[in-house]
């Protein structure tokens, strides 16, 4: 790590913190003296969702576009919208680790298209919640 005010390579630890995902380092610049902090964060390339069964399987950006994309068909929700709402959902997964449940991806979509489009969140939360009857359908419209 280059020191930001001098750009000499030589740093030395002075204080290190641990944390969940993150390192916190103190560092101190051996040539101008000059001290700042890095911070070191895990990052996920792959996420595993965790099924209701307790099957495992790959988290799939397309599969969960594809299912918002399915909930707000013939609806005015652009693509960009839908796609931001996937890209905030995954970056969401990776702060919380290798593991999450497909009850989690579920509550956040319903929570992000709850905010963007009431028929596409019905939709979604019909399919998702696994409506037993009618009167399961009431309440998730009584509480848009
Ligand atoms: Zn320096």
């Known amino acids: ?3 930001p005010y001098c750009s000499n390579e030589e ?3 002075t204080d290190k913190r641990d944390s969940k995902n993150e390192t916190r380092r103190r560092r101190e ?3 101008c003296g000059k001290r700042f902090t ?5 990052e996920v390339l792959e996420i595993f969702v965790i ?5 495992r399987e790959i988290f799939s950006r397309e599969k969960l576009k594809t ?6 068909e013939k609806r005015q929700v652009s693509i960009e919208s839908i796609d931001m709402i996937v890209s905030k959902i995954e970056e969401r997964l ?6 999450v449940k497909s009850a989690m991806i579920g509550e956040l979509v ?3 298209l709850k905010k963007l489009d009431k028929v596409a969140y019905i939709r979604f939360a019909s399919v998702y919640r696994d409506f037993k009857d009618i009167k399961d359908f009431k309440e998730a419209v009584k509480e848009v």
């Open 67 to 72: 299912g918002i994309l399915k909930a707000c």
């Open 29 to 31: 610049c051996l040539k």
């Open 110 to 112: 319903m929570r992000a």
């Open 1 to 3: 790590m280059l020191c």
């Open 51 to 55: 099924k209701k069964d307790g099957r």
């Open 38 to 42: 890095t911070y070191e964060k895990v």
């Open 11 to 13: 740093t030395k630890v």
């Open 94 to 99: 990776k702060q919380h680790g290798i593991e």
